[in-house]
């Protein structure tokens, strides 16, 4: 068990290094570095348009250019980037001078919220929705949640969002339309976001149900008299969960990247919304942070509930020590 | 005689209960399975619309593609609720007919769409051909490839790489294509190595039969039901995430008609003109909802076993 759990966090390693130069890569891709493009403001930087920095500026943009390492070799800027993530310094914002880790520090918990407010959502709905359909098979109950599996995974959360928005802040003003704190505010965000990831989970969990029910230990239990509350909620819940908790692990790397899209709707001022100021306005330190934290996130996530799998199943566990 | 006339069960043949039908290919069982799904169906036929309104977008978009008006004639023009002055969704801020730019949208959706899912199932499908054919270092260095960049929650990657080209239509539709990529590399990669060791591939290569022509002859065909359905279901995830990036300002510049961008800028008069939105997102929403009925059926079609609604 222990020894699993020590491998899996060993793989953990060449992964977040790949992630760690794949952001590095990706943002040294752009045509001009970000000092470059600051003082080119918003203008395009294609190449087409040549900037000149006058000589009152040379010295500042000297500074710059140092201050963000750009002058160094690039192997060399790799380490000290490498360096400034082992010690948690993001760097910070080639626009406001901020330091990008108060920028996270004001702004996750609107993001984390919003997350947690969606996944709770889609655990609720997407097993409760799941399970009521397997066990109401072929009802219109059934019917009914299938295609709310097909329509949820199809509208655009922006959308959906634009509709609660017109029908409860501005039809019948009831919620704000506006998102900044908890509570009320996190209503209309919260099933926004967890609409799609609802109806992933419903969908799966009644397949995974479905082939439970089917199974011999469940008409053992049946036959026993157990009641039949106890079968569906004790027995056979436990089992379908199995492949749902993989899933909602991944569910939950798309509802962080969903909150970028929420947040827009909303006005929330969390993570998401910085990301995309930080992109229009080419504030790459910054994008480079974000996306980073993001795909850690990720991946811390993934790993926990890789773990949490062989605690589920113990099955898991005696096949992954083997190899 | 032709083999036609042999197949052809004759009248005097009809009332035998062993009667011999004409064989049919696995193809053509998938296609009977897919044309009794009637959600498959009924999606396709949606498509089908999309499709035409699409090509056909410059004659069946009434308005001329840039119609302009001095501010008096705005004030009469702007905002028309739907059916009015034969504008069947109404106008817009300004004065443009929005059903003229909802058709035009289709042509860029299915466009971004159709081109994202080019880039990412052939590149994905050429790299896990290649890494599950010939392992070693090849599939080692892949399949590196691939678990970094599914490191990165699906459009978040998009996002990164499209901040790394510049926001852009173009760019948008590159960077949707490149983050599909290790998706089928995986699923590619997985059917390969199984492919492989079947008998009739041995003997390919006991034949002496070049690896490419192996891959592309024998391998291939036997990986393509996964891919069908993986490109189905990615076309409409690359819709949804290509609207999602021009609701987010990242893709389309403002006079190009794409449905995200035009959402997002309808909110600033959601209050005055609900139709601008509504229209839209509602474009989105059927577009992307047929052709996951489309998927689900062809899924189902392919791949009854694996199918999760087939119960």
Known sequence: MGGYIIRRLLYTIPVVLGVLTTTFILLRLIPGDPVDLFYLGGQDPSGTVSFVVTPSQQSAYDALRREF??????????????????????????????????????????????????????????????????????????????????????????????????????????????????????????????????????????????????????????????????????????????????????????????????????????????????????????????????????????????????????????????? | MSTDALREPTSATAQDPLELRPPRSEWQMSYRRFYRHKAAVVGLSILIIISIGAIFADVIAIEPEATFYSFDELQTKKWLPPLTDGHL????????????????????????????????????????????????WIDQMVSRAIDVMLAFPDLLLAIAILAALGPSLVNAMVALGLAGIPGYARVVRGATLAARELVYVQAARAVGM???????????????????????????????????????????????????????????????????????GAAIAITVLSVNMVGDGLREALDPQASSWAR
């Not at chain 1, 509350?229 to 692990?249: D, E, F, K, Q, Y």
């Not at chain 2, 909802?102 to 081109?115: E, K, P």
């Not at chain 2, 999602?244 to 008069?269: H, I, K, M, Q, V």
Request: proline fraction near 3%.
């Open chain 2, 89 to 136: 969704l109404g106008t817009d801020d300004i004065g443009r007919d929005v059903f003229s730019r909802v058709v035009r949208g289709s042509r860029v959706s299915l466009r971004v769409g159709f081109f994202a899912v080019g880039i990412a199932s052939i590149a994905g499908t050429l790299f896990g051909l290649a890494a599950g054919y010939f392992g070693g």
């Open chain 1, 69 to 323: 390492n750009l002058d160094k070799h690039i192997v060399h800027q790799f380490f000290i980037y490498l360096w400034d993530f082992v010690r948690f310094d993001f760097g910070k914002s080639i626009r406001s001078q901020r330091p990008i880790n108060e920028i996270i520090g004001d702004h996750w918990p609107a993001t984390i919220q919003l997350t947690l407010a969606g996944m709770g959502l889609a655990l609720f709905i997407g097993i409760g929705a799941g399970v009521i359909s397997a066990i109401r098979h072929h009802t219109w109950i059934d019917y009914a949640s299938q295609s709310f599996a097909v329509f949820g995974v199809s509208i655009p959360s922006f959308f959906l969002g634009v509709i609660l928005v017109m029908i409860f802040s501005v039809g019948l003003g009831w919620l704000p339309a506006i998102s900044n704190g908890h509570g009320k505010e996190l209503i209309l965000p919260g099933i926004t976001l967890g609409t799609a990831a609802s109806a992933i989970l419903a969908r799966l969990m009644r397949s995974s149900m479905l082939d439970v029910l089917s199974r011999d230990y469940i008409r053992t239990a049946r036959a026993k008299g157990l009641r039949e509350r106890a079968v569906i909620w004790l027995h056979a819940l436990r089992n379908a969960l199995i492949p749902v908790v993989t899933v909602a692990g991944l569910a939950f790397g798309g509802l962080l990247t969903g909150t970028v899209i929420i947040e827009s709707v909303f006005t929330r001022q969390g993570l998401g919304l910085q990301l995309i100021d930080a992109i229009t306005q080419r504030d790459y330190p910054v994008v480079q942070g974000l996306v980073m934290l993001a795909a850690l996130l990720y991946a811390g996530m993934n790993l926990v509930v890789d773990v949490l799998y062989t605690y589920i199943d113990p099955r898991v566990r005696l096949v992954r020590a083997s190899v």
């Open chain 2, 210 to 280: 070049s690896d490419t022509r192996i891959m592309l002859r024998h391998i291939l065909p036997n990986v393509l039901s996964p891919i069908l359905i993986m490109m189905t279901l990615g076309l409409g995830g690359a819709i949804l995430a290509a609207s999602a990036l021009g609701f987010l300002g990242l893709a389309a510049d403002p006079p190009t008609p794409e449905w995200g961008s035009e959402l997002n800028l309808s909110r600033a008069y959601l209050r005055t003109a609900w139709w601008v939105s509504t229209s839209n």
